[in-house]
């Protein structure tokens, strides 16, 4: 497991020094506030980050909510308790057939260990996570890179391929089309250890363009 590191926002200076033109960014956006959530089992993480899938953040919400509805008196299902709801009503919270089936596979996943628990989780690798994490239905590399940068807090994760990521570099860097995943991976290099910070400004690129 990667050493215990201070809060991301530690990463700014660091940053700010090693990459003069994310240096301007960093000063533009201010501090990183990304509050991990390492009480949050895996499980959990997995089935909110598929249930956020291709949508927006309040339509995902909603679904949730009803999804969560149908279990009253817990504040999240338990794995078990998910496999034992039929198909029917899970799709009637709106949830599509593929994140169904990818929910149930989780859950299935869970309770078989191929999911790790919050105590096993702190002694897996990044790239550990990733490898075990997406054989299961639905859950590829970028879900598990969203659940270890904001759920485990792992600071030095880059998700090169995540679109968002693609578009903020080449705002930032001014490129005139899109990098190749292999390209921000090569400049990141100077980034470590705190290229989840790194990730979490080039999104933030997006949102202040002018």
Same mark, same amino acid.
Request: proline fraction near 9%; charge should be positive; charged fraction near 25%.
């Given at each position: 497991?990667?050493?215990?590191?201070?809060?991301?926002?530690?990463?700014?200076?660091?940053?700010?020094?090693?990459? $003069?033109?994310?240096?301007?960014?960093?000063?533009?956006?201010?501090?990183?506030?990304?509050?991990?959530?390492?009480?949050?089992?895996? %499980?959990?993480?997995?089935?909110?980050?598929?249930?956020?899938?291709? +949508?927006?953040?309040?339509?995902?919400?909603?679904?949730?909510?009803?999804?969560?509805? !149908?279990?009253?008196?817990?504040?999240?299902?338990?794995?078990?308790?998910?496999?034992?709801? $039929?198909?029917?009503? /899970?799709?009637?919270?709106? +949830?599509?057939?593929?994140?169904?089936?990818?929910?149930?596979?989780?859950?299935?996943?869970? /309770?078989?260990?191929?999911?790790?628990?919050?105590?096993?989780?702190?002694?897996?690798?990044?790239?550990?996570?990733?490898?075990?994490?997406?054989?299961?239905?639905?859950?590829?590399?970028?879900?598990?890179?969203?659940? !270890?940068?904001?759920? !485990?807090?792992? $600071?030095?994760? /880059?998700?090169?391929?995540? %679109?968002?990521?693609?578009?903020?570099?080449?705002?930032? %860097?001014? +490129?005139?089309?899109?990098?190749? $995943?292999?390209?921000?991976?090569?400049?990141?290099?100077?980034?470590?250890?705190?290229?989840?910070?790194?990730?979490? %400004? !080039?999104?933030?690129? +997006?949102?202040?363009?002018?």
């Amino acid at each position: 497991m990667p050493p215990a590191l201070p809060s991301f926002e530690s990463g700014c200076a660091f940053l700010a020094k090693a990459d $003069p033109v994310l240096a301007k960014l960093v000063t533009r956006v201010g501090p990183c506030p990304i509050k991990p959530r390492p009480r949050t089992n895996p %499980y959990e993480s997995l089935v909110k980050a598929v249930t956020y899938q291709q +949508l927006n953040g309040k339509a995902a919400e909603t679904i949730l909510n009803r999804f969560k509805a !149908l279990f009253p008196g817990r504040r999240f299902p338990k794995a078990d308790e998910v496999l034992r709801v $039929p198909d029917d009503r /899970l799709r009637a919270a709106g +949830l599509s057939r593929n994140k169904l089936a990818a929910i149930k596979d989780i859950a299935a996943k869970t /309770l078989d260990g191929t999911v790790p628990t919050n105590r096993t989780v702190k002694h897996m690798s990044d790239h550990e996570l990733v490898e075990r994490l997406t054989t299961i239905r639905g859950v590829g590399p970028w879900t598990v890179e969203m659940l !270890l940068i904001f759920t !485990l807090g792992r $600071p030095d994760d /880059l998700p090169a391929t995540d %679109y968002g990521v693609r578009q903020g570099f080449a705002l930032t %860097y001014r +490129l005139k089309g899109l990098p190749k $995943p292999q390209e921000i991976m090569e400049h990141g290099e100077r980034w470590r250890p705190w290229r989840s910070v790194a990730a979490w %400004y !080039l999104w933030r690129a +997006l949102e202040i363009r002018e």
